[in-house]
């Protein structure tokens, strides 16, 4: 069971268009939410995170929105550059229970010149 | 530091034979974890160590699969009598006790022919 779910898939994007990518949650034990950002041959890397006790968090030209009472979140990605083109993964990290963190199967991003 | 180390970075094997991979997480990281992750999805978590004990394993570590963290220091995963299902990037990743940061490696990518 796909404990984060993610949408959508791919996305392209206009240089300087907003890019949006969606996250929703069941487990209510989830307190911790990061995005990871992968490039190709490359590992995850942490990009920003959100606890759900705050609503939106901005760095740069990312931004976490979190609707705690619909189990949603999602990252904007401002002024998308063609250096964004990257997958994108949201994840989520358990208080109780498994000490580990839960992915979204991905979103691939391609922001065109 | 360099960050999370792995290797080799890419092994091509035939079905049948053992392989194993190796990673150096951050020094003073504590806890080390490995996930699997095939194209197109997101990571899934296979286990991980706090120190030398290996506190948590997902059900999709088989039999065939084995992981030791002997010194609390350096990781290797094992997988016996590999399969063509096996093939797939195997990721490591560590952090310290509390947080919920994880710091990845670029990954052991695995071909079963």
């Known amino acids: 069971q796909q404990q984060v779910k993610q949408s959508p898939q791919s996305l392209i994007v206009q240089k300087g268009g907003i890019s949006i990518i969606n996250c929703a949650y069941e487990?209510?034990?989830?307190?911790?939410f990061p995005w990871y950002q992968q490039f190709p041959g490359k590992g995850p890397a942490l990009l920003i995170a959100?606890?759900?006790?705050?609503s939106e968090k901005k760095e740069g030209r990312f931004t976490i929105s979190f609707n705690k009472s619909a189990k949603q979140f999602s990252l904007h990605i401002m002024d998308s550059q063609p250096g964004d083109s990257a997958t994108y993964f949201c994840?989520?990290?358990?208080?109780?229970?498994?000490?580990?963190?839960?992915f979204g199967t991905g979103t691939r991003l391609t922001v065109i010149p | 530091d360099t960050g999370v180390s792995q290797d080799p970075r890419h092994k091509i094997t035939k079905r049948g034979q053992n392989v194993t991979f190796r990673c150096d997480p951050i020094?003073?990281?504590?806890?080390l974890y490995w996930y699997r992750q095939t194209l197109g999805q997101g990571p899934e978590f296979l286990t991980y160590?706090?120190?030398?004990?290996?506190?948590?394993k997902s059900r999709l570590l088989s039999d065939r699969f084995s992981a030791e963290r002997p010194k609390g220091s350096f990781s290797t995963l094992e997988i016996q009598r590999t399969e063509q299902g096996d093939s797939a990037m195997y990721l490591c990743?560590?952090?310290?006790?509390?947080?919920?940061?994880?710091?990845f490696g670029a990954g052991s990518r695995l071909t079963v022919l």
């Open positions: 959100i606890r759900p006790d705050v």
């Open positions: 020094s003073e990281h504590n806890r």
């Open positions: 994840a989520a990290w358990g208080r109780t229970g498994a000490n580990n963190l839960f």
């Open positions: 160590f706090q120190n030398e004990a290996q506190l948590e």
């Open positions: 487990n209510t034990a989830f307190d911790y």
């Open positions: 990743a560590s952090t310290v006790s509390g947080a919920n940061v994880l710091t």
